[in-house]
């Protein structure tokens, strides 16, 4: 089995060394996110519940393009500044998942590429 890197326009260009995504076996592994709209290199808002949309329609573009979808979430990962992402993480994830939810930890950190308020990755189950 080889290692197949996975890359759509319709998601930020890595800007640095590392791929959005990366396909082995069954499994999507999607690199950290953060609320950047495609064609851009800017933060879309200073809105951290903006911020966290933008980062899973990232997210669903990327899944889309290796032909799985979010609902295939196994473990998401959410790196966040501002507790408002925190405070509304529940309500957005159920806008945007069904049961059974992914795994999921939410982790408060100091500071993020582009002074984001929110970065996320995530493991999708991802059919041949």
Do not use: H, W
């Amino acid at each position: 089995m080889q290692k197949e890197m996975i890359l759509t326009t319709r998601a930020p260009k890595p800007f640095g060394s590392y791929s959005q995504a990366i396909k082995f076996a069954e499994l999507l592994f999607i690199s950290g996110q953060l609320p950047i709209k495609e064609g851009t290199q800017e933060i879309i808002s200073e809105d951290p519940i903006e911020q966290l949309y933008q980062c899973f329609e990232n997210i669903k573009n990327i899944c889309e393009a290796a032909g799985t979808d979010m609902n295939q979430a196994l473990k998401i990962n959410v790196y966040y500044t501002d507790s408002d992402v925190s405070d509304n993480l529940n309500n957005v994830m159920e806008n945007l998942f069904t049961e059974p939810y992914p795994a999921r930890i939410r982790i408060r950190v100091a500071g993020l590429s582009k002074n984001a308020k929110v970065e996320i990755d995530g493991v999708f189950i991802c059919p041949n």
